[in-house]
Nanobody
Framework: LQLVESGGGSVQAGGSLKLSCAAS????????MAWFRQAPGKEREGVAIIATDHSTSYAASVKGRFTISRDNVKNSLYLQIAAPKPEDTATYYCAAFFAPWCGWRTTYTSWGQGTQVTVSS
C-alpha cells in the first residue's frame, strides 16, 4: 500500500481535528492499520490501531479523546482528535500491516509521509 496523510494543521487546545490517510493499492480491507506520532526530540509512539474487524486499541494518553476509524470502500483511515492538548503536538503517521491484527511493536510495511499537528494552549 501507498499511504498519504492529510488534515494536519494548527488547532487550539480543546478544539478538534480530523486526520485522514488515503491508501492506494489492493486489499486495503485486509490490512491492520495504525496511527503513530513523533514529537521533536522524542521517540515515535503508537497512538491508535484498528484491526480488519474494526476492533480498536489506543494509547493510554489519548484514550477517550482520539477515535480511529476506517472506510474500506474509500480505502481510507481516519483519526478524530477531540479536546487536543499541547502535548499532542507531533507529526502524525499512518501505517499498514498485512494481517488481521497488529500491535505497537509490529513491523509495519507501509508508512505515510506524515502530517503535522500543532496544538496551542
Amino acid at each position: 500500500l501507498q499511504l498519504v496523510e492529510s488534515g494536519g494543521g494548527s488547532v487550539q487546545a480543546g478544539g478538534s481535528l480530523k486526520l485522514s490517510c488515503a491508501a492506494s493499492g489492493y486489499n486495503f480491507d485486509r490490512y491492520c492499520m495504525a496511527w503513530f506520532r513523533q514529537a521533536p526530540g522524542k521517540e515515535r509512539e503508537g497512538v491508535a490501531i484498528i484491526a480488519t474487524d474494526h476492533s480498536t486499541s489506543y494509547a493510554a494518553s489519548v484514550k477517550g479523546r482520539f477515535t480511529i476509524s476506517r472506510d474500506n470502500v474509500k480505502n481510507s483511515l481516519y483519526l478524530q482528535i477531540a479536546a487536543p492538548k499541547p502535548e499532542d503536538t507531533a507529526t502524525y503517521y499512518c501505517a499498514a500491516f498485512f494481517a488481521p491484527w497488529c500491535g505497537w511493536r509490529t513491523t509495519y510495511t507501509s508508512w505515510g509521509q506524515g502530517t503535522q499537528v500543532t496544538v496551542s494552549s
